[in-house]
């Protein structure tokens, strides 16, 4: 039966299709812009938009499992409730979800309270369903490379509390294990939620250090005040969204991102491998 896979041209979308592919699945995406669909022939493209009902029936259509993954945007809320609502109504079954973790305590960042809303319509609505709560996505150091790189900071007010960074080829690995278990089940399984992290909880003084040795001179750490960050951010995103960002950085500095006991195990169990660690990934950045 066949996958979709919403989110499909983005960082974790990607790669999740092609795992998916690797493994002999029968995927289908969903896109806005089909030129970007550049995935290998054996994926159907659908086009359209998590908000326009007509192609979500489209895209559902024959589906057992469905990957949603929301962006955060605006209307992110909005966007996650109709593509579930259409999706029961659809037929569509199984689910595997793409949250965040501590989604249900750091409720006042708006993207973190989204997805815990969400949470709950799935499980509410009886979807048998895989929530994957990743921590802070090592990718997002693309945003800070060459500030790390030109000016010797570490920009992102991390704290000292730490935070378990993870690599998003181990998030796309373990989605496509997920969802291909969903799928594959005879009938309906539990709902099942894994925190998703790295193998390192880094601060963000130990975050300067490993930029320092991957560079070979000092890197500084540039502290745990977030209202140099938001105005950086601000010069390229929508001022909202680095407010939004500014808000999630308070609460790495005030509560960190840590694993549960076993949260690494657990990973290193599913994907038969170590996870990838941050010094790999910096000095991937680098080399």
Known sequence: M????TGATGRVGRQVVNQLVNRSADVRVLVRDPSKADFPPAVTV?????????SLRKAFSGVRTLFLLNAVAGDEFTQALIALNVAR???????VYLSVIHAERFVNVPHFAVKSGAE?????????ATILRPAYFMDNELMIRDVIVNHGVYPMPIGSKGVAMIDTRDIAEVAAIELLRRNDAPGKLPLDIINLVGPDTLTGAKLAAIWSEVLGRPVAYGGDDPSGFEQNLATFMPTWMAYEMRLMAERYVSDGMVPEAGDVERLT???????????????GLVG
């Open 89 to 95: 109504e659809s037929g569509v079954e199984r689910v």
């Open 269 to 283: 169990g599913m994907l038969g491998r170590p996870l990838h660690a941050y010094r790999e990934f910096a000095t």
């Open 120 to 128: 709950r319509m799935i499980e509410e609505m009886g979807f048998s």
């Open 46 to 54: 659908v086009q359209g938009d998590m908000l326009d009902v007509d």
């Open 2 to 5: 066949t996958i979709l896979v």
